[in-house]
C-alpha cells in the first residue's frame, strides 16, 4: 500500500507556472506507475500525465503537451508535475495516483491509490 500527499497547489496569473510535488510513502514506490490527474468543478476527473516506473515514458494530455512535464524521484518517493504557461481552463483540483502495473493507463479508475489533491487557479 502507499499513500500520497500533494503539495504546490497555490494562485497564479495566467501564463505564469506552478510545481507540483506528490510525495508517497512506502518502500516501493519505484514499483508504481503514477499519473496526475485534475477535476474541475461540475466536471470529470481527467487525465494529465503519468509516468513509467523508471521515469523513462511519459504520456500526457493534448491539452497540456509542451507546457507540463511530469518527472520523478525514486530515490525521494516523489514525482513532479511542473506546469508552464498556464490557462484560465486549468483551474482544477489536482491529484496524483499510483497504479501497481507497468503500464502507463489514462483512465482514473485504473489507479489502485490517491491523494488529497492539491487546489490550482488560474486567474486571467
Known amino acids: 500500500q502507499v499513500q500520497l500527499v500533494e503539495s504546490g497547489g497555490g494562485l497564479v496569473q495566467a501564463g505564469g507556472s506552478l510545481r507540483l510535488s506528490c510525495a508517497a510513502s512506502?518502500?516501493?514506490?519505484?514499483?508504481?506507475?503514477m499519473g496526475w490527474f485534475r477535476q474541475a468543478p461540475g466536471k470529470e476527473r481527467e487525465f494529465v500525465a503519468a509516468?513509467?516506473?523508471?521515469?523513462?515514458?511519459?504520456d500526457y494530455a493534448d491539452s497540456v503537451k509542451g507546457r507540463f512535464t511530469v518527472s520523478r524521484d525514486n530515490a525521494k518517493n516523489t514525482v513532479y508535475l511542473q506546469m508552464n504557461s498556464l490557462k484560465v481552463e486549468d483551474t482544477a483540483v489536482y491529484f496524483c495516483?499510483?497504479?501497481?502495473?507497468?503500464?502507463?493507463?489514462?483512465?482514473?479508475?485504473?489507479?489502485?491509490?490517491w491523494g488529497q489533491g492539491t487546489q490550482v487557479t488560474v486567474s486571467s
Open positions: 509516468i513509467s516506473r523508471s521515469g523513462g515514458n511519459t
Open positions: 495516483a499510483a497504479r501497481s502495473d507497468i503500464m502507463i493507463i489514462t483512465t482514473p479508475r485504473r489507479y489502485d491509490y
Open positions: 512506502g518502500r516501493t514506490f519505484s514499483s508504481y506507475t
